[in-house]
T-cell receptor, first 115, second 114 residues
Framework: QKEVEQNSGPLSVPEGAIASLNCTYS??????FFWYRQYSGKSPELIMS????GDKEDGRFTAQLNKASQYVSLLIRDSQPSDSATYLC???????????????FGQGTILTVHP | DAGVTQSPTHLIKTRGQQVTLRCSPK?????VSWYQQALGQGPQFIFQ???????QRGNFPDRFSGHQFPNYSSELNVNALLLGDSALYLC?????????????FGPGTRLTVL
């Protein structure tokens, strides 16, 4: 059973702080990793994708991937109240080409940014 | 550029009934995946359609079936509804199936089974 685990929340940070969201996955064959943001009552919105070890930055967001440790994280700098949402980590397990396109999600971490 | 669209937005059914949900992918996308999201959980993969064929399937019973049309739009059908089928049903589209392709979600259909 391929699993994706996210750090238990909820996570509360003050406005302007760095929010750190973490995710581990069970299968070393994983090929691609995604972070989605989901506001209450809405659908998931893709905010970051990462495929290679290291960091990837997009505005206030930085995704970090360490395939050896089977770990992916999302940092949100200068957190704003509008960042308050559930953050979902998703992994695309690419086992021999038979699992392509299937995303396995973690349970999500609720982030609250307070003024 | 229209994103992924889904209909209806909300649906209320009773146990034992059948339901059909619809999805139109983002312009330029030809692959559609369906997910079920229960309250407080991450989405769970149901199946994926590409070139009008089901390419992958998650751990869902045969009561869940689908179809993809030549214009790439898709339907999800659920027969013999159970109370546990109450969830948000999400459609996601991508340019083509593959390890790296990003998937973009529609607004979802909220299904309530009474």
């Amino acid at each position: 059973q391929k699993e994706v685990e996210q750090n238990s929340g909820p996570l509360s940070v003050p406005e302007g702080a760095i929010a750190s969201l973490n995710c581990t996955y069970s299968d070393r064959g994983s090929q691609s990793f995604f972070w989605y943001r989901q506001y209450s009552g809405k659908s998931p919105e893709l905010i970051m994708s990462i495929y290679s070890n290291g960091d990837k930055e997009d505005g206030r967001f930085t995704a970090q991937l360490n395939k050896a440790s089977q770990y992916v994280s999302l940092l949100i700098r200068d957190s704003q109240p509008s960042d308050s949402a559930t953050y979902l980590c998703a992994v695309n397990y690419g086992a021999g080409g038979t699992s392509y396109g299937k995303l396995t999600f973690g349970q999500g971490t609720i982030l609250t940014v307070h003024p | 550029d229209a994103g992924v669209t889904q209909s209806p937005t909300h649906l209320i059914k009773t146990r034992g009934q059948q339901v059909t949900l619809r999805c139109s992918p983002k312009s330029g996308h030809d692959t559609v995946s369906w997910y079920q999201q229960a309250l407080g959980q991450g989405p769970q993969f149901i199946f994926q359609y590409y070139e009008e064929e089901e390419r992958q399937r998650g751990n869902f019973p045969d009561r869940f079936s689908g179809h993809q049309f030549p214009n790439y739009s898709s339907e999800l059908n659920v027969n013999a509804l159970l109370l546990g089928d109450s969830a948000l049903y999400l459609c996601a589209s991508s340019p083509r199936p593959g390890y790296y392709n990003e998937q973009f979600f529609g607004p979802g259909t909220r299904l309530t089974v009474l």
